[in-house]
């Protein structure tokens, strides 16, 4: 799992609270990616970064916004919650060496 | 990012060859082509990628036509668990996944 972890794993949340979702890697690797997961949509890109303070916009950016101060820690905010980002979250990193990819386990966001 | 094409749904009976295709005419020359598989609601599985040469691990094989304009995974001995959703990607540093195809192995 190339020492991937996601906090927290599952949280329920009012529409308008602000969220924050945090992937952490023990290895140092350069790429780090956040998705979302719906029925019938796959796998969408939210944001990802290719290094500390570099990010990107994916294709489902908007209402999200991230944060990359350390290599180990890429952080996804919904400033203000939204029952249309209920979902399923996934971390991913691409490795440094291989460039092999590894997913974290999710963080299952429920917005009521 | 190259846009790949695949197959909506595959079967393959246990013990066989499961050959799953993928198109992607629009890939550039420093894109790779990576497989991952899904199995339920866990995070995608990384599988196998290659650029140019065909590529075997313990999982599958890869074989990248020479244009690069399509690929296959292989997986040589089909079993139950391998019943999954199969992305295949054109990658470089923006990871965009497609619908991917269901692979249904049976009995």
């Known amino acids: 799992d190339a020492g991937i972890t996601q906090s927290p794993r599952h949280k329920v949340t009012e529409t308008g609270t602000p969220v924050t979702l945090r992937c952490h890697q023990t290895e140092n690797h350069r790429y780090m990616y956040w998705y979302r997961q719906d029925p019938g949509h796959g796998l969408r890109l939210i944001h990802y970064s290719y290094g500390v303070k570099d990010t990107d916009k994916g294709e489902v950016s908007d209402g999200y916004s991230v944060s990359r101060s350390k290599t180990e820690d890429f952080l996804l905010t919904l400033e203000s919650a939204t029952s249309s980002q209920t979902s399923v979250y996934f971390c991913?990193?691409?490795?440094?060496?291989?460039?092999?990819?590894?997913f974290g386990p999710g963080t299952r966001l429920t917005v009521t | 990012d190259a846009k790949t094409t695949q197959p909506p749904s595959m079967d393959c009976a246990e013990g066989r060859a499961a050959n799953l295709p993928c198109n992607h005419s629009t890939i550039s020359g420093n894109e790779y082509v990576y497989w991952y598989r899904q199995i339920h609601s866990q995070g995608p599985q990384y599988i196998i990628h290659?650029?140019?040469n065909n590529e075997t691990n313990e999982m599958a094989s890869l074989i990248i036509t020479e244009d690069r304009k399509s690929s296959t995974l292989i997986l040589p001995h089909a079993t139950l668990r391998d019943t999954a959703v199969y992305y295949c990607?054109?990658?470089?540093?923006?990871?965009?996944f497609g619908q991917g195809t269901i692979l249904t192995v049976h009995p």
């Open positions: 991913a990193i691409v490795t440094s060496d291989s460039y092999e990819q590894y």
């Open positions: 990607i054109a990658f470089y540093g923006k990871l965009t």
């Open positions: 290659g650029l140019k």
